[in-house]
């Protein structure tokens, strides 16, 4: 009796008792490295968004500058300062950007004080009032763009005022002519001479 049950006991601790959570922990583990698998692969198909730096703001795309029509701008040039010819260079200045010298107008202003050169521009050419600062730079230091904008009805789209260096007149001394030395003429002077008369004596007639 001791025997059989010693046998069975033998029987029921055999290895093949154990099989059945072997294959169980096998196939556990096969379907984890599959799954594992399609995870990877999956996450390999998907594209990657593109990591965005920590407060950075995307840049805008710069504006496009407009277009000017320079042969249709209206100009008036104004001497600032009352220097001969500042106003032509400015037109020099202009015409060499492009702008239509038949179009810009010249004259003096009402004063003759500025100390810079100020831009007056009418609603809707404040890009012509940039480039015509620029091109101005070439022959002024101080430019400026006036924020008194000009009437709608005004003859022009823009003003310039030259400005700089106040003009002064330079005065002229007085210019003294030399005058040449008179030499004094002397006229020879001849003292009267007196002309002798001949005497005669009376003659005695013959008695008779």
Known sequence: MIDSLQYQTTQDSSPNKKKPWLIIIIVVLLLGAVGFYFYNQSNKSEPEEPKMEKNLTPTEAPSPTPEIDKESVKIQVLNGTGTPGEAASAVEAL??????????????AEEYDHAKVSIQVKSGFEAAAEDIKKALSSFFDDIEIDSTKLDEDSDYDIVVTTGGEIYEEPTTAPTTVPTKA???????????????????????SPTP
């Not at 008179?182 to 005695?204: D, E, H, K, L, R």
């Open 95 to 108: 015409t060499g950007a492009g702008y239509k010298e038949d179009n810009i107008e010249t004259g003096n």
């Open 182 to 204: 008179t030499t004094p003429i002397t006229t020879p002077v001849t003292s009267p001479t007196t002309a002798s008369t001949p005497i005669t004596s009376p003659s005695t």
